[in-house]
């Protein structure tokens, strides 16, 4: 399926790894240039070099820096030529019990998961509606759907950011300017490892027996790969999606046990 977005720009957020990456790879497969942002300066190089040597007829532009920082999204922002699609993406706070939840703790995950992303989409959407086109994709987390214990920071942020998006895609669907969010649960990644092993610490467990209890109960009997993310997350800012908006796409492997 040809997914029209050849030569189209695009802001990937948390580019340099993980289902950032993965999303970021799909795009440059389909055509699209792209301005890829991480905090990770040598990580997102690397990313970047890769992906300009597979796709030799897109522009690759990087800016290390943290994307909670309101000069790096208004940077971002300038060096891209245009912006026709914006992945939203950024690391979870790290799991713990809400007991001992600072209010640091809440107003970091706050700014990371919500604040600035809902600045990022508001800078940008002028623009979509001014050419008539538009692809906004968060990645938020299965979490949203389905509470995660120990994970009560990252899933209230991000159930807040759900909130701002379905609200103003209403207004903007006219103007063929979509925002879908696409919810992973298990995948392949350093976030994953990072999880598990605090759970295997807390629970005194080894990390392998987790991992493998873990892999058991999801009915895929496997974990995502960030290739197959970048995939559906190339769908959701192609031409087909202009009649989709302020939906959750929930990827994970059947997990969720629910009919809706």
Same mark, same amino acid.
């Given at each position: 399926?040809?997914?029209? #977005?050849k030569?189209?720009?695009?802001?990937?957020?948390a &580019?340099?790894?993980g289902l950032?990456? @993965?999303?970021?790879?799909a795009?440059?497969?389909?055509? +699209?240039?792209?301005?890829?942002?991480?905090?990770?300066?040598?990580?997102?190089? /690397?990313?970047?070099d890769? #992906?300009?040597?597979d796709?030799? *007829?897109?522009?690759?532009?990087?800016?290390?820096g943290?994307?909670?920082q309101i000069?790096?999204?208004?940077?971002?922002?300038?060096m891209?030529?245009?912006?026709?699609?914006? +992945?939203?993406n950024?690391?979870?706070?790290?799991p713990?019990?809400? %007991?001992?939840?600072?209010?640091e703790?809440?107003?970091?995950?706050? /700014? &990371?998961?919500?604040?600035g992303?809902?600045?990022? #989409?508001?800078?940008?959407?002028?623009?979509?509606?001014?050419r008539?086109?538009? %692809?906004?994709?968060?990645?938020?987390?299965?979490?949203?759907?389905?509470?995660? /214990?120990?994970?009560?920071?990252?899933?209230?942020?991000?159930?807040?950011?759900t909130?701002?998006?379905?609200? #103003?895609s %209403? *207004?903007?669907?006219?103007?063929?300017?979509?925002?879908?969010?696409?919810?992973?649960?298990?995948?392949e990644?350093?976030?994953?490892?990072?999880?598990? %092993?605090?759970?295997?610490?807390?629970? @005194?467990?080894? !990390?392998?027996?987790? !991992? &493998?209890?873990r892999?058991?109960?999801?009915?895929?009997?496997?974990?995502?790969?960030?290739?197959e993310?970048?995939?559906? $997350?190339?769908?959701? $800012?192609?031409?087909? +999606?202009?009649?989709m908006?302020?939906?959750n796409?929930?990827?994970d492997?059947?997990?969720?046990?629910?009919?809706?």
């Amino acid at each position: 399926m040809d997914l029209g #977005i050849k030569g189209r720009w695009a802001i990937v957020e948390a &580019a340099s790894k993980g289902l950032g990456k @993965g999303s970021a790879a799909a795009l440059a497969a389909e055509g +699209v240039n792209l301005v890829l942002n991480a905090r990770g300066k040598e990580t997102l190089e /690397e990313t970047a070099d890769k #992906i300009r040597a597979d796709n030799p *007829e897109i522009q690759v532009l990087t800016l290390a820096g943290d994307i909670t920082q309101i000069e790096i999204r208004e940077a971002l922002i300038k060096m891209s030529p245009q912006i026709d699609i914006l +992945v939203t993406n950024a690391g979870g706070p790290a799991p713990g019990n809400f %007991r001992t939840d600072t209010r640091e703790r809440w107003l970091s995950a706050l /700014e &990371a998961q919500l604040l600035g992303h809902a600045d990022m #989409i508001t800078k940008v959407v002028d623009q979509m509606v001014a050419r008539n086109f538009g %692809r906004i994709v968060n990645i938020t987390s299965a979490s949203v759907k389905m509470p995660v /214990e120990n994970l009560g920071l990252s899933t209230a942020a991000r159930m807040a950011l759900t909130g701002f998006a379905s609200t #103003i895609s %209403r *207004e903007l669907i006219q103007h063929n300017v979509v925002i879908n969010n696409l919810l992973p649960g298990p995948f392949e990644t350093d976030r994953l490892t990072g999880n598990m %092993r605090f759970a295997a610490d807390r629970a @005194g467990e080894a !990390y392998e027996d987790v !991992y &493998a209890a873990r892999v058991g109960k999801n009915p895929a009997k496997r974990f995502g790969t960030p290739e197959e993310f970048g995939a559906v $997350c190339a769908f959701l $800012c192609s031409n087909h +999606v202009g009649f989709m908006t302020a939906q959750n796409v929930l990827m994970d492997g059947g997990a969720f046990p629910g009919n809706i």
